[in-house]
T-cell receptor, first 112, second 114 residues
C-alpha cells in the first residue's frame, strides 16, 4: 500500500481558495488517488478521485502531478462548512476492494 | 435515497461483555466495510463483506467478527470486550464492483467500554 504524507493542519480564510497537498511517492501505476473528508462528529465523506489527469466536480478540483508522486486538492472558495479532516488515499482496485487505508489526514480550519 | 444507517448510535458496555453493531447500507449497495476510529490509531479497516462473503480483512484479533445478510445488511460482533475497544465504529457501503467505487459512510456507533 502506498504511504502518504500530508500536513497535520492548515488554516484558511472563508471564501479564499485552499490547496491541500499530499505526497504519495510510492504510489503504483494503477492506484487511484481518492480524497475523503470527515466533518466533526460525522463519518467520512467522499470528495473526489482521479488517476492521471486533473479532475473537477462540484465540491473540489484534484490536481495530480505528472509523475503522480503528489496531488493537490483544491477548494475554490472555502466555507465554514469545509472545516474538516481531509484524507488523501491511494487505492488499487486490482484485488483489495472496499479497503481504504486512512492516514492521519490534514485538519483544515476555516476562519470567518 | 436514504443514506447508510447504523444502530445503535451509542453504546456502553463493561469489560468481558460482547456487543453487536448493525449497519444498513444504501439500497443497491452490495459491499459493506467496517472501520474502527480511535484518537490514537485513527481510522483502521476491520473487514469488508460482499454478497454475504468476507472479501477482505484488516489486522484485528479474532474477537472482531462480522457477517452480511442476503439483503446486504451487516452486523459486526466484538466478543470479550477490552477497554481498548472503546472507539467509533463506522460502516461504509458501496456497489462493490471493480474499479473506483465511492464508499458512503454512516454516522458511526460510539462504543464505550468501562
Amino acid at each position: 500500500d502506498a504511504k502518504t504524507t500530508q500536513p497535520n493542519s492548515m488554516e484558511s480564510n472563508e471564501e479564499e481558495p485552499v490547496h491541500l497537498p499530499c505526497n504519495h511517492s510510492t504510489i503504483s501505476g494503477t492506484d487511484y488517488i481518492h480524497w475523503y473528508r470527515q466533518l466533526p462528529s460525522q463519518g467520512p465523506e467522499y470528495v473526489i478521485h482521479g488517476l492521471t489527469s486533473n479532475v473537477n466536480n462540484r465540491m473540489a478540483s484534484l490536481a495530480i502531478a505528472e509523475d503522480r508522486k503528489s496531488s493537490t486538492l483544491i477548494l475554490h472558495r472555502a466555507t465554514l462548512r469545509d472545516a474538516a479532516v481531509y484524507y488523501c488515499i491511494p487505492a488499487n482496485y486490482g484485488g483489495s476492494q472496499g479497503n481504504l487505508i486512512f492516514g492521519k489526514g490534514t485538519k483544515l480550519s476555516v476562519k470567518p | 435515497k436514504a443514506g447508510v444507517t447504523q444502530t445503535p448510535r451509542y453504546l456502553i458496555k463493561t469489560r468481558g461483555q460482547q456487543v453487536t453493531l448493525s449497519c444498513s447500507p444504501i439500497s443497491g449497495h452490495r459491499s459493506v466495510s467496517w472501520y474502527q476510529q480511535t484518537p490514537g490509531q485513527g481510522l483502521q479497516f476491520l473487514f469488508e463483506y460482499f454478497s454475504e462473503t468476507q472479501r477482505n480483512k484488516g489486522n484485528f484479533p479474532g474477537r472482531f467478527s462480522g457477517r452480511q445478510f442476503s439483503n446486504s445488511r451487516s452486523e459486526m460482533n466484538v466478543s470479550t470486550l477490552e477497554l481498548g475497544d472503546s472507539a467509533l465504529y463506522l460502516c461504509a457501503s458501496s456497489y462493490g464492483t471493480r474499479g473506483p467505487d465511492t464508499q458512503y459512510f454512516g454516522p458511526g456507533t460510539r462504543l464505550t467500554v468501562l
